[in-house]
């Protein structure tokens, strides 16, 4: 059905830890052709890698507009998302989705999203997207892949670094679509 919308799907991961995955991923691969691997180990840590390497991917390898980024466990209505799209309403230079403001790193150490002061300084994120979903142009992609080449400070929070930290490096606006989003199943 995908193909028939002119969508591609890519599923990202990096290198299992166990070699009796190897079986699952190539025969995945053999079947659908849909796999991105990236020469790392598949861990949490690494989200960040994993996300810098399909808009790398994307940006080069992709002919269309626009690109859709998503979570592994989200609902996405692709016939609404194509509708947002037929409308134009979504700016080819920014990044849109749903957005966190004024987010404060948690340094509370038994915490998923502990964060040292090495890891980042500053008290307050700056404002950046979810990693749910948002939707960008291969132009504003490329750009985070430059922002990523000339940063350093690799930061193991993928949404924060990428829709917050790289984005500002270019002046990247972000767009909310915070309305859209459901984040209750009930």
Same mark, same amino acid.
């Given at each position: ?5 002119? =969508?591609?799907?890519?599923? +990202? ?6 070699? @009796? ?21 598949? @861990? ?5 890698? /994993? ?20 979570? *592994?466990?989200?609902? +996405? ?7 947002? +799209?037929?409308?134009?309403?979504? *700016?080819?230079? $920014? ?6 403001? /004024?987010?404060?790193? =948690?340094? =509370? ?7 040292? *002061?090495?890891?980042? @300084? ?18 504003? $992609?490329?750009? +985070?892949?430059? $922002?990523?080449? /000339? ?22 606006? =972000?767009?909310?679509? *915070? @309305?859209?989003? $459901?984040?209750?199943?009930?």
């Amino acid at each position: 059905m995908l193909k028939s919308l002119n =969508i591609t799907r890519v599923f +990202l991961l990096g290198m299992p830890k166990e070699e @009796s995955k190897w079986e699952y991923i190539i025969q995945e691969s053999q079947e659908y052709n849909d796999l991105l691997q990236g020469d790392f180990l598949e @861990s949490y840590r690494n989200l960040t890698l /994993k996300h810098l390497m399909g808009l790398r991917w994307a940006s080069s390898n992709c002919r269309s507009t626009f690109l859709i980024k998503t979570d *592994n466990d989200i609902v +996405l209505d692709v016939f609404e998302m194509l509708k947002l +799209l037929q409308r134009k309403t979504i *700016n080819e230079n $920014a990044i849109s989705g749903y957005v966190l403001r /004024k987010m404060k790193p =948690i340094r =509370i150490s038994n915490n998923k999203w502990f964060v040292t *002061n090495e890891d980042f @300084s500053g008290d307050v994120y700056p404002d950046f997207l979810s990693g749910w979903f948002y939707i960008t142009s291969l132009k504003v $992609a490329q750009l +985070l892949v430059y $922002a990523s080449e /000339k940063i350093k400070n690799f930061f193991w929070i993928d949404d924060v670094f990428i829709t917050g930290i790289l984005r500002q490096e270019y002046d990247i606006k =972000i767009e909310e679509l *915070n @309305s859209l989003f $459901a984040t209750d199943y009930r």
